[in-house]
């Protein structure tokens, strides 16, 4: 992406934003086209190039690492506790990370989950599920739904309040999120939730096409044509585009948990955010949803360098207090 690129297609982004963009997008520049490399090689440079913006942030009194049972073998989860330890169990936020099922790791998306839990005052616990192409749907999706239950039943061992428990995720992690709320709640447990934090999540299979013309192409974090790629490789058949737990859209939100959007204004995927919570609210789950005017999609992850990054982290983990808490 060239500076004119951006200049002409990212007029409408916020100047931060516009920079983390940049910086990102010349960093991508240094290695291969992704066209170029295998799976495991386009994840190493995704890694490499988010590693700067994982630096600095909230210190926590506790981080700890834990290998969770799967019907898959082991996935690793990773907790970090803002305060030290109470007589009282803490509430909890299950993190889901973004990146196409295909990319990033509970490294990439480590300062977001300490400025959560910073912000917020509860535990988070990332989830490094395993990835597409090689792991399809619903390995990733049963992974996290294993590490729920995983919490849940060990709560007293991590000194966590089982009755307070919430997930979210950004990108397709809030896919998951929402599919994951489904699941539990289509199996009779959907009370192990107490809330969602949607963070510009993929909910739909296909972009709005007002979207595709607008922030589809050059000058914004992601693409229309990347998201084909992200499907495509996360699906075993077309079929299961029809499956709620693969697309949400598609499915009755009745008796989730509240949500919190927030809402990347400049993002192929924005309308998908609004979409879906306007859904939710039809079927009577209690949302919040709050649009970042000149937001991209990732923008979360420029948080060392964006006021309006740090508002986003502040206002969900605002949130989400209040909905733990009560």
Same mark, same amino acid.
């Not at 990146?99 to 988070?124: C, K, P, Q």
């Not at 649009?291 to 979360?300: E, K, N, V």
């Given at each position: ?116 839990? %910073?912000? +917020? &005052?509860?535990? $988070?616990? =990332?989830?490094?599920?395993?990835? *597409? ?32 428990? %919430?997930? +979210? &995720?950004?990108? $397709?992690? =809030?896919?998951?999120?929402?599919? *994951? ?34 922030? +589809? &192409? ?109």
């Amino acid at each position: 992406m060239t500076a004119q690129t951006l200049t002409l297609a990212g007029a409408d982004l916020d100047p931060d934003i516009a920079r983390f963009i940049a910086i990102t997008s010349e960093a991508y520049h240094q290695h291969p086209p992704f066209e170029a490399l295998s799976p495991a090689e386009i994840r190493a440079v995704a890694e490499a190039v988010r590693e700067p913006w994982v630096k600095g942030g909230p210190v926590m009194a506790r981080t700890e690492e834990h290998s969770v049972p799967t019907p898959y073998g082991e996935v690793r989860v990773r907790l970090h506790d803002p305060l030290l330890p109470s007589d009282t169990p803490k509430p909890v936020l299950i993190y889901v990370h973004g990146g196409g099922w295909m990319l990033f790791s509970i490294n990439t998306h480590d300062r977001l989950m300490r400025e959560y839990a %910073a912000r +917020g &005052g509860f535990v $988070v616990i =990332g989830v490094d599920y395993s990835h *597409a192409p090689a792991a399809r749907f619903p390995v990733a999706l049963n992974e996290v739904l294993a590490t729920l239950h995983w919490v849940r039943d060990h709560a007293e061992t991590l000194n966590i309040d089982a009755n307070r428990i %919430a997930i +979210g &995720g950004d990108s $397709v992690g =809030g896919n998951m999120s929402v599919a *994951a709320a489904l699941s539990l709640r289509d199996q009779g447990q959907g009370d192990l939730l107490k809330g969602l934090v949607l963070n510009y999540g993929a909910f739909d299979d296909v972009c709005a096409p007002e979207d595709v013309k607008r922030y +589809g &192409g050059d000058g914004y974090m992601l693409t229309a044509e990347e998201m084909v790629m992200f499907w495509d490789n996360y699906l075993n058949s077309d079929a299961e585009r029809q499956n709620p737990l693969v697309v949400p859209m598609r499915g009755d939100m009745t008796g989730l948990p509240p949500a919190f959007f927030a809402v990347a204004q400049c993002d192929v995927l924005s309308r998908q955010s609004l979409k879906l919570a306007e859904k939710m609210t039809t079927a009577g789950v209690d949302t919040q949803t709050v649009i970042y005017a000149g937001a991209s999609h990732s923008f979360l992850e420029a948080v060392s360098i964006a006021p309006l990054a740090e508002q986003a982290l502040t206002d969900g983990a605002q949130w989400l207090f209040k909905i733990l808490t009560l």
